[in-house]
């Protein structure tokens, strides 16, 4: 059974729909009694208690004004911009640029002290090199829309992978072989960060695993990129969004992948072994 990232936000989505909800029938309202009193068209009600529209922090200082109940307000408008940051479409989150983006990231990696990476199709992030990054970075903007900031966002992305050599952390990156052959940018880029990759499982807080393609019996297939921060957060990567989870519940089912997938990597000499054949297949 596939793991569900979205149904965090979703959850956290539900549960302010309810108070809200809570609140129209507590004040005796019907939903479109509650909609005339808010201005708006009784629709709009519906679609907020059915959490099919997050409701603005607008719409709820109206709601709770209708329903008597102006004391709620802070703590719902608090609710329902965490529900919303718990999916975070990309085309949002790179308005203000990719480097901007990169640098948002900082506190969370400062704050976190065991980091556990998986990635299907990319080198880490916190593992990439200046040449490999812009590669992939400007490939996002052109895919994205959005004015190429790659080269500044690669920098940005460098210098915040300084935590993996800061004290009190500690990493651990898998990736799936076929990660070595995904070129992005020219040979020469690439060759550097199949070179750079060659010393990261050496880095005295980071253990890093390449699960062979030749591995004949998987104990999981192929997950989706995630990271999960400690045992608090996990954030998956999808092609439109990125969406955080936070249920107890649903990062232990993370962790429980984590480990499984850790379980087929090979470390040390044989990974080294594996990054070579890639370089050697460079040409």
Known sequence: MPISPSSSAQSARENVARQLRDL????GLTVTELASRCGWHHAKTSRIENAR??????????????????????DLIAASQHAESL??????????????LQ?????LYRSTELLRVYSPVLVPGLLQTEGYAQALLSLNARFLNIPDDGAEAAAARVQRSQVIHEPGHRFVFLIEEAVLSYQLGDADAMA???GYLLTAGALPRVSFGIIPTTTRQRALWPQETFDVHDDTLVSVELLAAEVNVTQPSEIALYVKAFEQLRSMA??????????????????
């Open 24 to 27: 129209r029938r507590n004040a």
């Open 53 to 74: 529209t997050p409701p603005s922090p607008t719409d709820i200082r109206l709601w709770c004004r209708a329903t008597d109940a102006a004391d709620q307000v802070p």
């Open 87 to 100: 999916y975070r479409e990309w085309r949002q989150r790179v308005r203000s640029g990719l480097k901007k």
């Open 103 to 107: 640098d948002s990231y900082v506190e």
């Open 192 to 194: 550097a960060q199949l």
């Open 266 to 283: 090979v470390y040390g000499a044989q990974a080294r072994t594996l990054i070579v054949k890639a370089i050697d297949a460079l040409g």
